[in-house]
């Protein structure tokens, strides 16, 4: 059964939450897609699609969950994506693993480092994978896939998570190189700073909040990057014609020094 009989574009975000990944969802539902929201927390997902359908009426939003350290897992959502909703236009991996509070590599432990860098990692490769097909089939195809300052750079603290970065933007310009000209475009977003989110925005929040840092609450966009313009970033991307693609673009807020510490 489709769910999609309007036959609308169709864009899968992949480590869809609240922030980055809700925000590049409703911009490019916005622009008349149909979205597919993957990630593991159902109680999350279930929320942004009632959100979504509410803002922009019902059945412009699905949900999978989806496990991205599991292979079958990642198959099997994009399966049901295409079953549900038609071939996918536009992947956004959007996932990232990470802790707030940096550990060494001497009490990193395996467990984590492996969990980290599948859902950093892994998840895109097994994502990527589902999508070529009928991108390639179709002749066109955006891949966008969301980087860190720890793609470019490893800090003290952030051991199981920069690794899988670098990886995700080896990969992004790996698929660059091998499907471009058959009209695929992958794009790496590095996004070198804080975003004003739950996790790290919410982070330097409380923190100026306890310094008394007033001037900074006050002028929060300059300081954090907000999701609904990141969002524009990403549909930027994948709007552009064919004979200007980025491969890769850094962004971040006005104050935040460039290639940042984490």
Not at 8 to 28: D, H, L, N, S, T
Not at 79 to 93: E, W
Not at 105 to 110: P, Q
Request: glycine residues 10%; contains cysteine; hydrophobic residues 40%.
């Amino acid at each position: 059964m489709s769910y999609n009989t309007q036959k609308k574009p169709v864009v899968a975000v992949v480590g869809a939450g609240p922030g980055i990944g809700e925000a590049v969802a409703r911009r490019f539902v916005a622009e008349g897609f149909v979205v597919a929201l993957l990630a593991r927390t159902e109680d999350k997902l279930r929320t942004m699609v009632e959100g979504i359908d509410a803002d922009y009426g019902k059945g412009t939003a699905r949900y999978y969950i989806t496990d991205l350290r599991i292979e079958e897992s990642v198959i099997s959502s994009f399966k049901s994506i295409r079953a549900d909703l038609g071939a996918v236009t536009v992947l956004v991996y959007n996932a990232g693993a990470r802790r707030v509070n940096g550990r060494s590599i001497l009490d990193t432990t395996t467990e984590e480092f492996e969990n980290f860098t599948k859902i950093n990692l892994f998840g895109a490769f097994w994502s990527t994978k589902c999508v070529l097909p009928d991108m390639l089939a179709a002749g066109q195809g955006t891949i966008l896939y969301t980087g860190a300052t720890g793609s470019l750079r490893g800090s003290p603290g952030l051991s199981s998570f920069s690794p899988g970065k670098f990886g995700l933007r080896s990969l992004a310009q790996i698929v660059a190189r091998e499907y471009q000209s058959q009209g695929i475009h992958a794009a790496h977003i590095i996004i070198d700073g804080p975003v004003d989110g739950k996790l790290i925005g919410g982070v330097r929040r409380r923190q100026w909040q306890r310094e008394g840092e007033t001037a900074k609450l006050e002028d929060v966009e300059s300081y954090l990057a907000q999701p609904k313009d990141l969002a524009h970033i990403y549909w930027f991307l994948h709007t552009q014609p064919r004979s200007a693609w980025t491969q890769e673009l850094d962004v971040r807020a006005q104050k935040e020094s460039i290639y940042s510490r984490l």
